[in-house]
């Protein structure tokens, strides 16, 4: 048996380096997933029409709940919307020899003073950027020998 998890680890630009606001760069489409915020160490559920938008360092994991659209039980492809001053829709799913699993997504930007700590990311770049990364990362089975995993994202942007 292989256990594993996945994440498509995409960074996308955002217009005008406005990164930090909401107004301009938000995540929707998440109503009724959880939340695991790793820098506050909080769980919560996204409320109707609630948006996730870098306020802060952001690193959060949000998997599907039997509430979202996206539960364990039905494993309903992930799809979401991403503002950052053009709308990209993102959507993905995954399956194991046919059977769909969960695909959860994580929201990071390292915002200020981590920004300044990385060799690799300007100080200032941290407006310039938000990462969106759809995921296989919980009740993912084990792959037994001779099965297949598949994980697809489809990123449509409209300019």
Wanted: with cysteine.
């Amino acid at each position: 048996d292989f256990d594993f998890q996945a994440l498509f680890h995409t960074y996308y630009r955002v217009e005008g380096g406005n990164a930090t606001q909401k107004q301009v760069c938000n995540v929707q489409g998440l109503s009724g997933y959880r939340v695991y915020d790793q820098i506050t160490k909080e769980n919560y559920i996204l409320q109707d029409g609630a948006t996730i938008h870098i306020d802060r360092e952001v690193d959060r994991i949000i998997t599907p709940t039997n509430t979202s659209s996206s539960s364990a039980s039905t494993a309903s492809p992930l799809k979401l919307i991403l503002q950052t001053g053009y709308e990209t829709t993102i959507e993905a799913s995954a399956s194991i020899d046919g059977v769909h699993v969960p695909v959860s997504v994580v929201v990071w930007n390292p915002f200020i003073e981590k920004s300044k700590g990385m060799i690799d990311f300007d100080n200032q770049e941290y407006h310039d950027m938000i990462c969106v990364e759809p995921g296989i990362l919980t009740n993912v089975p084990s792959l037994k020998s001779g099965q297949k995993a598949t994980f697809q994202q489809v990123i449509s942007t409209v300019y």
